[in-house]
């Protein structure tokens, strides 16, 4: 068995990777990381979706994993670029995918990968309308019908956060573009795998460039998860095994 390879996760990487709020989102890579080591990456076939500048399918492809790249729409250029950049690219298959109807067999992928997509998403990719509790769990139904017995949908997901966020959430816009999850939700949508365990992160984010504000915050989160309810962080990293 050849188990995932040891990959030195450096500054630029991890941006490459993440691209935004990235102190708080990379906590998923550590969430997930423990779960890859039981699969052989031989024989492992991976599905990244919602991956429009391909930052997980570079993570997957470094480990040493045969990768699908997928999204709604092709997925950019500035992804293939990005994984040429560190000579990836023959670890990596392209497609245009809609995670509703997925073109593909029970028991296809050993590994389902998605960061930030499940709030986003609409039956009818025109009708914001059909952005609901109800097509998320659809789509979680979906990518679980083509997973093996064994195999995971590792998530990252943006939750409802603290009452600021909650607050902030009220934005018409806001509410109209992305549908945020109770953790109460992100448990149901994965309550016909066998086992769901995530981990809540992230109490405060930093969108600059600053490496001291950036500390800062990383260490006002690392410190408010001791004390403050886990229902306020606004971000939660998944393992469903089917």
Partial sequence: MIRPLPVSLTQELIHDIIEWDVNVWAQCLAVWTPTLQQFDVMNTRVLCIGERNGGLSLWFALLGFQVVCSD??????????????????DRIQYEQLDVFRLPFGKDSFDIVAAKSVLGGLKFHYQDRGSRTLENQYRAVAEIRRILKTG?????????QGSPLHMLLHRDRRLRRNWRYLSLEEYRYLFSDFRSFDFVPFGFLSFGGKSSLFSWIINVVNKTAIVFLPKRWCYVGGGVASK
Avoid at 152 to 158: I, K, M, R, T
């Fill in 151 to 159: 195999g995971v949908f590792l998530s990252a997901e943006n939750l």
């Fill in 72 to 89: 709604i729409k092709p997925p950019s250029v500035r992804a293939k670029e990005l994984h040429a950049k560190y000579n990836v690219q």
